[in-house]
């Protein structure tokens, strides 16, 4: 059964530096999703990783992945107040219809 | 073209009482999913369906029913609440998994059993 690992859960950032927030998962998985989550607010996709060495940028994030290592990672360049946000990763488990399991989330604030 | 959506957005129940939420979805997807979400926990799937007419046990089922009659929607009931059922609840769909498989999320239903 795959099992999915945030860290850090609680990332506190100031503006215009960098951080990453890793995800592992236990087993192979075929794909791995990253979302955000605004407080009071649903999911939104961020990225979405199919292979190894997959990597994909969307402004200051970009998401890449190791399937080797069972390792993706998200990094944020030059934070603004604006990616405050929870980001969760998720992998497909292969095992049961291909349902995505979820990380608990990394919860970000970026301070001034 | 709307998307996801849930109804209601809010609840509050009693200890004991029964309540369906709807799940509907304009996308034509084949998988439907309900979700909870608690602080701390992430999200865990509760029931899902691969179809109209299917459905399927999640991570945590227990004290929920689920109903795919037609393809655009999927109703989630609670047939006696109890407290430990507090929780927002998310409902997702997704087109066949030989694409992306990309899950897309419904606005979320808070629910309080008092």
């Known amino acids: 059964e795959l099992k999915v690992e945030q860290n850090p859960l609680f990332l506190s950032m100031q503006e215009g530096k960098n951080y990453t927030i890793y995800c592992n998962y236990s087993?192979?998985?075929?794909?791995l999703y990253w979302y955000r989550q605004d407080p009071g607010k649903s999911l939104e996709s961020l990225f979405v990783?199919?292979?190894?060495?997959a990597v994909k940028q969307e402004g200051r994030l970009m998401a890449s992945l190791d399937t080797k290592a069972r390792l993706s990672t998200l990094h944020i360049t030059a934070a603004v107040h604006d990616l405050s946000a929870t980001y969760f990763c998720?992998?497909?488990?292969?095992?049961?219809?291909?349902?995505?399991?979820f990380g608990k989330g990394t919860k970000l604030s970026v301070k001034p | 073209n709307a998307g996801v959506t849930q109804t209601p957005k809010f609840r509050v129940l009693k200890t004991g009482q029964s309540m369906t939420l709807l799940c509907a979805q304009d996308?034509?997807?084949?998988?439907m999913y309900w979700y909870r979400q608690d602080p701390g926990m992430g999200l865990r799937l509760i029931h899902y369906?691969?179809?109209?007419?299917?459905?399927a046990k999640g991570e945590v089922p227990d004290g929920y029913n689920v109903s795919r009659l037609k393809k655009q929607n999927f109703l989630l009931g609670l047939e006696s609440a109890a407290p430990s059922q507090t929780s927002v609840y998310f409902c997702?769909?997704?087109?066949?998994?030989?694409?992306?498989?990309?899950?897309?999320f419904g606005p979320g239903t808070r629910l309080t059993v008092t």
């Open positions: 997702a769909s997704s087109s066949y998994p030989g694409q992306a498989y990309e899950q897309y």
């Open positions: 998720a992998g497909r488990d292969g095992g049961s219809q291909g349902n995505l399991i």
């Open positions: 087993t192979t998985s075929d794909r």
């Open positions: 990783l199919l292979s190894n060495g």
């Open positions: 369906s691969v179809g109209e007419g299917t459905t």
């Open positions: 996308m034509n997807h084949e998988y």
